[in-house]
């Protein structure tokens, strides 16, 4: 089995800064991806940062400059530094992995139990 587990919201004032973390642990052989998603009230779950298969990462518009994402491969751990947040970023955060669990079975995809983001004015 495996498991992301999130870290690092709660509450800060607009211009705050957080840091939320994921580790992934279980039966992991690889992990081919590793992004955060939020979701605010009455909102659809929205792509928040994901890595690319350039290399490179994606965020969503109302994001750029002022969040990364970042991963430490040697710990299953991708992080996501949240800056200059905006009460509009409120919402539940969540980690999404596509994890290959050994070497005989593909990708699939898993989904953190999420944490809560609020942005204060």
């Known amino acids: 089995q495996v498991q992301l587990v999130e870290s690092g919201g709660g509450l800060v004032q607009a211009g705050g800064s957080l840091r939320l973390s994921c580790a992934a642990s279980?039966?992991?052989?690889?992990?081919?991806?590793m992004g955060w998603y939020r979701q605010a009230p009455g909102k659809q779950r929205e792509l928040v940062a994901a890595?690319?298969?350039?290399?490179?990462?994606n965020y969503t518009d109302s994001v750029k400059g002022r969040f990364t994402i970042s991963r430490n491969n040697a710990k299953n751990t991708v992080y996501l530094q949240m800056n200059s947040l905006k009460p509009e970023d409120t919402a539940v955060y969540y980690c999404?992995?596509?994890?290959?669990?050994?070497?005989?079975?593909?990708?699939?995809?898993?989904w953190g139990q999420g944490t809560q983001v609020t942005v204060s004015s």
């Open positions: 999404n992995a596509v994890i290959v669990s050994s070497y005989y079975s593909g990708p699939r995809e898993y």
């Open positions: 279980g039966s992991i052989f690889r992990i081919p991806a």
């Open positions: 890595p690319t298969s350039s290399g490179s990462s």
